[in-house]
């Protein structure tokens, strides 16, 4: 599962004529990583998180996310609750119970990772490019943790808010609507402006804040590419 995920994060962006040598070569090496990852890559057209979920909606399906409500963060924050669940991660709520200061964090794990070493190696991607990306419509990098299981994990900026796809549904006036592509827009040519490309940028990993704003929480899928890619569309539409 993880040398599928290296290999789509990789293939996805390649022109078609040097994906077209790679995906040979990788045919001639093993044919049914080759077969699956194809597979994939017919998917890129929708979400990436529809298209994970498609393929692994078995290993989504099974997996118990109660296991981790209860657990304690760097012996300080315990977990109270799962705010969401997509294709590659599991975000939870996270209180600090030492009682020097009240302060909640949202706590990101990668569910699909097949062991923890593998899971590390994906929380620092995007531990790296979130501590890069200093932004006030950007959720805030904290820390990489682990819990009292010894399970790898990202602390992260709790925003109060709701998705971009449930904002849609409250029919928001035009002028709410600007703001949030206003804000939207700002974030995401600051992503560029650092050299990185979200990849899979869609109505439910943008919140709304209480203000009114957009903000950009998830960047598991993302990249670093150059500063021409065109990515600003809006989504509030």
Known sequence: MSLLYKLFTE?????KELLAQKMTQLHQQNPTVATELSRLLDYRGTSVNEMLEYLHLGIINNEDTSIRIGRLINNKYKITKLLGQGGMSDV???ERTDGLINHTIAVK????ADSNNTALKMIKKEAQILADLDHHHIASFIDISHDNHQEPNIMMEYIDGITLYEFLNTSPSEEAKEQVNTSLKAAIEHAKSKGVEHGDLSKNNVLVDINGNANIVDFDIAN???STTNDTQPLCV
């Open 92 to 94: 939870y709520l996270a």
């Open 109 to 112: 794990y990668f569910a699909l």
């Open 224 to 226: 670093f590419s150059d």
């Open 11 to 15: 293939y996805s962006s390649l022109p």
